[in-house]
């Protein structure tokens, strides 16, 4: 056991993050998100939701402070008469972090492609739509 690290970062995902550096980006992806097809370094946390692990991640994570949009989510699809709930939520999270909160969007495939490249995806069990959001990591100040 360790001190001050939230309950919902399992092991791996705490030396993933330890892992990576400045500019590296990692993907909370949700239930319905293509985890396995988009990343060969996939974390499972199928019982978690987004706004848990956000929260928990953020304890230990800081955002780029050098780049426009260090948070990312995913456009809605147009013709999709929705609008995501969950991101207000996000929202909120980071805000009461005290990390710089300017959200960034892309379309779904653009997402996709961006998540490709990222450190890891972390398929979370959040059942949200459109509750997908990559994390730009900063530097710790």
């Not at 069990?125 to 459109?130: D, F, S, T």
């Amino acid at each position: 056991m360790l001190k001050k690290i939230p309950k919902a970062l399992s092991p791996q995902l705490v030396k993933t993050l330890m892992e990576m550096g400045h500019g590296d980006e990692i993907v909370l992806g949700d239930a319905n998100f293509p985890s396995c097809s988009m990343s060969p370094n996939v974390i499972r946390a199928d019982g978690l939701s987004g706004t848990c692990l956000l929260k928990a991640i953020l304890e230990l994570f800081p955002l780029d402070t050098y780049t426009e949009h260090p948070v990312i989510l995913m456009e809605v699809v147009p013709g999709d008469d929705y609008k995501p709930e969950i991101w207000e939520d996000y929202r909120e999270i980071l805000l009461a972090s005290g990390e710089p909160c300017s959200i960034g969007y892309l379309e779904r495939f653009a997402f996709y492609d961006r998540a490709k490249t990222s450190f890891a995806v972390i398929a979370t069990g959040e059942e949200a739509l459109y509750a997908n959001i990559i994390l730009k990591k900063g530097v710790v100040r």
